[in-house]
């Protein structure tokens, strides 16, 4: 892959001028700096290593779009040419199943997913219960809940994964991750008098997959596609949006099923296709959106194993670093103090609570997570009145200042203006761990931690606070992300693994 990246850097350097994919190919074959191809169109391949490159490494990336086409070195250009990307628009016209969210609450109110899927599918897709709103409405409307079909596609011992691009008008959580769902709206058109009773869910869940994967003819049948359990997210704005049932199509006895990549693929959107064996969901777990990590666990659990993951960007070594303070940021209940006060127990750190500081300054005394909403309150109003983040980076800053001959690490940073405040006052000299969770873990973390019995829906209420919505923007920035999908126990041991390899 560098080839043609370092090909490309040499062409840009010695022309000094933006070049279009075609031009920058045919002058690095004509300087000797790229002798083959590794396909027929080494233009494209050109074309597609530095969009990759732009997209993924965004401002560290060394190239930057100077025109629609048109490639230059970022070290050349100050401001870049944003690239429009195609979508598919929603039209006003577009028509989608939704039912009343206080029917939810009547049935059976529960967040994650449900096996015992039969009275949620009787009740929410009975047509007097159910109407077709504008799409463009239900988007916004938080008084109802679109229906959504989820479809695993399973072959013998593996299922079928790919990455949802941009070419569709899916919403953000099933976008840019890795996927094992198919599926989508129950559109207006789906219903008819054959699929009344069930609103026309089972006619879209058939469209659907037309629409979607190129199957063999009579490959989706009663023998192939059984319902398997009902899924709510009420984890994220969107998610609360929406209420999915979840189905598996199994392949294993229909014929001619191509196991190889690239093959079954019918819409635009959908990119990596492949057949991935279960017990290797494990190994890309971190990778995938969570309505899929969600079904992972619920129906392959038991054949996988999980695992922490330490993944370090632009090549961070820890070992380089010995001299500067770190700080670990994360969601409520992802880990991150486990990790800070790991450092401070095994390996000299001096451990540094923001809350708690943020906690004696403010005089509040109450640690319980009852009262953690009235902290969160108060903690907003501190970091949102003028110089708040400033005010907060000074404390912090005093606190380190006044032993200057240690090493601290900084638990539960949550803005960063605050970051770059505090880094700019240690002249450069810390850096940034982030811990990902998912929202489900995140809660069984924080029940553990608290001893408590704490219902989903209030942990939600913490965890969506306004003080902590600017939380995940700290993974764009980090210097290493760890990503805690394991228990407790591993999730320490991979810990204490890397921080030995690195600090000893």
């Given at each position: 892959?560098?080839?043609?990246?370092?090909?490309?850097?040499?062409?840009l350097?010695r022309r000094?001028e933006?070049?279009?994919a075609r031009k920058l190919?045919?002058l690095?074959?004509?300087?000797d700096l790229?002798?083959f191809?590794?396909g027929k169109?080494?233009y494209?391949?050109m074309?597609?290593?530095i969009?990759?490159?732009i997209?993924e490494?965004a401002d560290?990336s060394?190239f930057?779009?100077a025109?629609?086409g048109?490639?230059a070195?970022r070290?050349?250009?100050i401001?870049?040419?944003e690239?429009?990307?195609y979508q598919k628009?929603?039209?006003?016209?577009?028509?989608?199943?939704?039912?009343?969210?206080k029917?939810?609450?009547?049935?059976?109110?529960?967040?994650?997913i449900?096996?015992d899927?039969?009275?949620?599918a009787?009740?929410?897709?009975?047509?007097?219960?159910t109407?077709f709103?504008?799409?463009v409405?239900?988007?916004?409307d938080?008084?109802?809940?679109?229906?959504?079909?989820?479809?695993i596609?399973?072959?013998?011992d593996?299922v079928l994964?790919?990455?949802?691009?941009?070419?569709?008008?899916?919403?953000?959580?099933?976008?840019?991750?890795?996927?094992?769902?198919?599926?989508?709206?129950?559109k207006s058109?789906?219903?008819?008098?054959?699929s009344?009773?069930?609103?026309?869910y089972?006619?879209s869940?058939?469209?659907?997959?037309?629409?979607?994967?190129?199957l063999?003819?009579n490959?989706?049948?009663?023998?192939?596609?059984?319902?398997?359990?009902?899924?709510?997210?009420?984890?994220?704005?969107?998610g609360q949006?929406?209420?999915?049932f979840v189905?598996?199509?199994?392949?294993?006895?229909?014929?001619?099923?191509?196991n190889?990549?690239?093959?079954?693929?019918?819409?635009?959107?959908?990119?990596?296709?492949?057949?991935?064996?279960?017990d290797?969901?494990?190994l890309?777990?971190e990778?995938?959106?969570?309505?899929?990590?969600l079904?992972?666990?619920a129906w392959?659990g038991?054949d996988i194993?999980?695992?922490?993951?330490?993944?370090?960007?632009n090549?961070?070594e820890?070992?380089?670093?010995?001299?500067?303070?770190?700080?670990i940021?994360?969601?409520?209940?992802?880990?991150k103090?486990?990790a800070s006060q790991?450092?401070?127990?095994?390996f000299g750190?001096?451990?540094?609570?923001?809350?708690d500081?943020?906690?004696?300054?403010l005089?509040?005394?109450?640690?319980?997570?009852?009262?953690r909403?009235?902290?969160q309150?108060v903690?907003?109003?501190?970091?949102?009145?003028q110089?708040?983040e400033?005010n907060?980076?000074?404390i912090i800053?005093n606190?380190?200042?006044?032993?200057?001959?240690r090493?601290?690490v900084?638990?539960g940073?949550?803005?960063?203006?605050t970051?770059?405040?505090?880094?700019?006052?240690?002249?450069g000299?810390?850096?940034?761990?982030?811990v990902?969770t998912?929202?489900?873990d995140?809660?069984l973390?924080?029940?553990?931690?608290?001893?408590?019995?704490?219902?989903?829906?209030?942990?939600?209420k913490?965890?969506?606070?306004?003080?902590?919505?600017?939380?995940q923007?700290?993974?764009?920035?980090a210097?290493l992300?760890?990503?805690?999908?394991?228990d407790?126990?591993?999730?320490?041991d991979?810990l204490?693994?890397?921080?030995?390899?690195?600090l000893?």
């Amino acid at each position: 892959m560098g080839r043609f990246l370092d090909a490309a850097e040499i062409v840009l350097k010695r022309r000094g001028e933006p070049l279009n994919a075609r031009k920058l190919t045919d002058l690095a074959i004509e300087l000797d700096l790229l002798k083959f191809s590794n396909g027929k169109t080494p233009y494209q391949t050109m074309k597609a290593k530095i969009c990759v490159d732009i997209r993924e490494k965004a401002d560290s990336s060394r190239f930057i779009r100077a025109e629609r086409g048109l490639y230059a070195l970022r070290e050349f250009l100050i401001t870049p040419y944003e690239a429009k990307r195609y979508q598919k628009i929603i039209k006003p016209s577009e028509d989608v199943l939704v039912f009343p969210v206080k029917l939810l609450k009547k049935v059976g109110y529960f967040h994650g997913i449900r096996s015992d899927y039969g009275e949620y599918a009787r009740i929410l897709l009975d047509p007097s219960h159910t109407l077709f709103l504008p799409r463009v409405r239900a988007e916004i409307d938080i008084n109802y809940k679109q229906i959504l079909s989820y479809i695993i596609v399973k072959y013998k011992d593996s299922v079928l994964r790919f990455v949802r691009g941009s070419y569709t008008n899916v919403q953000a959580f099933l976008r840019g991750r890795r996927c094992i769902g198919f599926g989508g709206h129950v559109k207006s058109g789906d219903r008819n008098l054959l699929s009344y009773k069930d609103s026309g869910y089972f006619n879209s869940v058939h469209r659907e997959l037309n629409e979607e994967l190129l199957l063999p003819r009579n490959a989706v049948n009663a023998d192939t596609l059984t319902t398997i359990g009902a899924l709510n997210d009420d984890s994220s704005s969107l998610g609360q949006m929406h209420f999915a049932f979840v189905h598996l199509l199994d392949l294993t006895n229909v014929k001619d099923i191509p196991n190889s990549r690239g093959i079954l693929k019918n819409e635009k959107s959908i990119n990596q296709l492949k057949f991935i064996p279960i017990d290797k969901l494990g190994l890309e777990f971190e990778q995938y959106e969570y309505w899929s990590k969600l079904c992972i666990k619920a129906w392959f659990g038991s054949d996988i194993r999980m695992r922490a993951v330490i993944h370090t960007i632009n090549n961070f070594e820890l070992n380089r670093f010995h001299d500067h303070h770190i700080a670990i940021v994360g969601s409520i209940g992802s880990g991150k103090t486990e990790a800070s006060q790991l450092l401070e127990r095994s390996f000299g750190y001096s451990y540094l609570s923001v809350g708690d500081m943020l906690r004696k300054y403010l005089g509040i005394e109450s640690r319980k997570w009852e009262d953690r909403n009235k902290f969160q309150d108060v903690a907003l109003s501190f970091i949102e009145s003028q110089g708040g983040e400033q005010n907060l980076a000074e404390i912090i800053y005093n606190r380190i200042s006044g032993d200057p001959n240690r090493m601290y690490v900084i638990d539960g940073l949550r803005h960063p203006k605050t970051l770059e405040a505090l880094k700019e006052k240690l002249k450069g000299y810390l850096i940034l761990f982030y811990v990902d969770t998912s929202v489900d873990d995140a809660y069984l973390f924080f029940k553990q931690r608290e001893r408590s019995s704490v219902k989903f829906e209030d942990f939600v209420k913490l965890y969506q606070h306004p003080v902590e919505q600017e939380i995940q923007q700290f993974i764009s920035i980090a210097n290493l992300v760890i990503y805690n999908n394991a228990d407790k126990k591993s999730y320490l041991d991979t810990l204490r693994k890397y921080f030995t390899k690195e600090l000893c």
